[in-house]
């Protein structure tokens, strides 16, 4: 018995060694996946971009921005004087907040008054990150007050704690719902991880059975097979994102602010650039269990920890934000959620479907350069 299982043993290493995709995918998957927890996985909200809007334009209100700006957790990206501007900014996610100073800021503070209000204007969307950013700029403020405390005292001797008084608004999200900030990526997600599995192991499957040698030396052209095969995953995976929106609404409450024609558009180039990922699996992948775990490895992991699903881009290592333009999900996410809670037009996300589309062109020529040069070889 011991002879029988070491034999069995002995021929599937053997196995394990020849495949070398499938040795790849074991050692590098566990160490992948440790430094992608590692590094990117960080609830600590960092560099976050502001914007200020300074009515007063005194010394005093120059003090304030920079005692926020210097702390490591705050960048000031934009000085605005238009009112409309702010739409702007938030609605494009060009910054995460808005600092607004009133007219006469410097001369209440001296006149020892004790509500002196300033203005925080916070993106929603991220009711767990608006809330962290609302606390790091109250944080900010207090550290303010009390070098303000100083300064007060040894001019007009009069000693007050806490001049400011700080009033912050939540656009897009005011009851900052996790659900309402989570359904976009989820749908991401589950499009990616389904579109890429399914399509990779349709066109294996054809090779295990050996089908695919007669399409070879048939009539049918390589991209024929491919719009052909890529069709009925794009309806299905089409239905699903309907489904699922449509149980975000009836479960959560989450509606569609935005335009339904942007959402469709937006769903198809992702689906479009979801499938070319498939394809290109299925080409270098020989097996269905390959072509498996390679699917599963490259839509799973990535659209959950680098797509911005649940942990912030911005807040992780400059290294990892390059590295999280691997997935499409991280586009998509951008449009749905801009789309559904924002309700934004175009002009907020176009970016975002050049990127969708130069992804899909990518994937797909690679696919069929590799598809023709096997061909040429067989």
Known sequence: MLNRIAAISKKEIKQLIRDKRMMFVIFFFPVFLLIIFGYAVNFDVENIKIAVRDNDKSALSRDL????????????????????????ILNEGIAKGILIIPIGFEKEIYSAKKDVKIQILLDGVDGNTATIIQNYSLAAILSFNKKLNKMATS????????????????????????????????????????????????????????TIEQINVSSVRILELLVGKLFP?????????????????????????GSYALLIISTLLFLFASTSIGIFISVIANSQQVAFSIATFVSLLPSTILSGFIFPIDSMPPIIQVLTNITPA?????????????????????????????????????????????????
């Open 233 to 257: 995953y794009l309806v299905i995976s089409f239905i699903n994102a309907s489904v699922i929106l449509l149980a975000g609404y009836i479960l959560f409450g989450v509606i569609v602010n």
């Open 330 to 378: 991280k586009y998509f996410i951008v449009v749905l959620r801009g789309i559904i809670i924002k309700g934004v037009g175009l002009n907020a996300f176009w970016e975002q479907w050049i990127y969708l589309l130069l992804f899909s062109s990518f994937f797909l020529i690679l696919s069929i350069i590799i598809y023709n040069k096997s061909l040429k070889k067989a």
């Open 65 to 88: 921005i920079s005692t926020i700006s210097s702390s490591s957790y705050f960048e000031v990206v934009e000085y605005y004087d238009n009112n409309e501007r702010a739409n702007t």
């Open 155 to 210: 001019k007009i001797g009069v000693n007050f704690e806490t001049p400011i008084d700080v009033q912050s608004r939540f656009w897009f999200n005011p009851e900052l719902q996790t659900t309402i900030y989570l359904i976009p990526g989820l749908i991401a997600l589950i499009l990616i991880v389904t579109a890429v599995i399914a399509i990779s192991l349709s066109f294996v499957r054809e090779k295990e059975r050996g």
